[in-house]
């Protein structure tokens, strides 16, 4: 099956302050040494991938009292060019959610929502063609589904989270295309399996060793799929079904219990609705259709 890759518009932020002095998730160990020139130099190789790849990246500044900014998917949602900020659950990165929102107000974004309820951004919101997918359970509050469905006009399936290493939605469930997606069952509850397996009865389901090596925190671009190289087992699935995997090391950044899309928030602008409303008749301000990369 042919896939196409539309250009994407993502936001990173260069981990030049990253360091694990504080433990809030298991993958987090303050004992551990981090090379931080060598984080530098695995985060740069994504976003060079991206660049590559014909992606828009966007640069955070990183700020010195904030040593997992590097992980920009906890910032923000994005979708339909409407901004949900996010308000962190631990103290330690709580001043990130402010950063973010400066950048969104300075960048045009004028649709932009505060939260009340806790919610660590794309960590836990996953957005496929036909739903918010909602993680919950170690981060984001459960009101905070309510908040975002409220706020995006779109439907939000809760999902509940039980193993503490899979402790945001990203690090169990990766969307790959429209509602295409892989997981990983056993983060979830089995009333959540229940409603994954019935939503997502064609998902490549992952197995524990690929979901331990953090390969279900990956990015799609509806072609290429980039993850962490050490995820083997998926990249024969993922090129069965016509995605071009990408294996990408971002080793010291496993060490603050993220990968490739932690350190990825995507701006998803009017594109999505804009199919919605081309279709309905005299619609003349309708943005033309996203194009397409075709890297051949
Ligand atoms: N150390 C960060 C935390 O525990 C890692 C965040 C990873 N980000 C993600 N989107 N899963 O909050």
Not at 200 to 213: G, K, R, Y
Not at 246 to 269: A, N, Q
Request: net charge negative; hydrophobic share 40%.
């Amino acid at each position: 099956m042919h896939r196409d890759a539309t250009p994407r518009r993502y936001v990173m932020c260069p981990p030049v302050h990253f360091k694990v002095t504080y433990s809030i998730n298991p993958w987090m160990d303050p004992t551990k040494p981090v090379d931080l020139p060598l984080a530098l130099a695995q985060w740069e190789d994504l976003r060079d991938r991206y660049r590559a790849l014909g992606h828009t990246v966007e640069l955070l500044d990183p700020r010195p009292d904030l040593p997992d900014m590097v992980y920009a998917a906890n910032g923000a949602t994005v979708v339909d060019g409407k901004v949900l900020g996010a308000r962190f659950a631990y103290p330690e990165r709580a001043a990130e959610a402010e950063a973010h929102l400066d950048w969104f107000r300075t960048h045009g974004f004028t649709e932009i929502h505060e939260p009340a309820h806790i919610n660590e951004g794309e960590g836990d919101f996953l957005v496929t063609a036909s739903w918010i997918l909602a993680g919950r359970g170690f981060r984001s509050s459960p009101l905070s589904h309510d908040e975002a469905q409220e706020f995006f006009g779109r439907p939000v399936i809760g999902l509940d989270l039980v193993d503490p290493r899979y402790y945001h939605l990203d690090t169990a469930l990766a969307v790959l295309d429209g509602d295409e997606v892989m997981y990983y069952p056993g983060a979830f509850s089995p009333g959540s399996r229940a409603v994954l397996a019935r939503l997502f009865p064609d998902a490549i389901i992952a197995e524990e060793a690929d979901a331990a090596a953090l390969g279900l925190n990956a990015v799609s671009d509806g072609r290429h799929v980039l993850l962490p190289q050490a995820a083997v087992g998926l990249f024969p699935r993922l090129r069965a079904r016509g995605y071009e995997p990408i294996g990408m090391d971002l080793g010291e950044l496993l060490k603050g219990g993220g990968s490739v899309k932690c350190c990825t928030l995507e701006l998803r602008e009017v594109r999505e609705a804009a199919s919605a409303s081309a279709s309905t008749a005299g619609a003349t301000n309708a943005p033309a259709p996203c194009p397409v990369i075709r890297p051949e």
